[in-house]
């Protein structure tokens, strides 16, 4: 299989910081649909979360109204970091406002 040059869009996921606990819940849970080399988080929130790639450890800290880019992809072997179906967890106090995960993926023909 060839992979295309055009960059495709998963379907934004978005979490309620209303529903915010001090233990890690999933944004997406069902895990990304595809394999991406790019993953983009974005606190729309009025208070800080941590961020979390296996729901247990404490992997980033985000700000209100911060975003965070995670890229993942090795030129060399022309591979991606973020595999299907990775869950992005997060944690912190309930708030105001949403969480959303974007992720980027380029199309195997």
């Not at 849970?29 to 729901?55: E, P, Y």
Request: with cysteine; hydrophobic share 35%; aromatic share 14%.
């Amino acid at each position: 299989m060839s992979v295309t040059n055009a960059i495709n869009e998963e379907t934004i996921s978005t979490f309620s910081s209303a529903s915010l606990l001090a233990g890690y819940q999933a944004v997406n849970t069902s895990g990304l649909s595809n394999a991406c080399f790019l993953v983009r988080i974005f606190n729309h929130t009025k208070g800080q979360i941590l961020v979390s790639f296996d729901g247990i450890t404490d992997h980033e800290f985000l700000w209100p109204g911060r975003s965070l880019e995670i890229y993942g992809y090795d030129r060399d072997n022309d591979t991606v970091s973020f595999s299907k179906r990775t869950k992005i967890y997060v944690r912190g106090t309930a708030s105001i406002g949403n969480l959303y995960v974007f992720g980027y993926y380029r199309r195997l023909n």
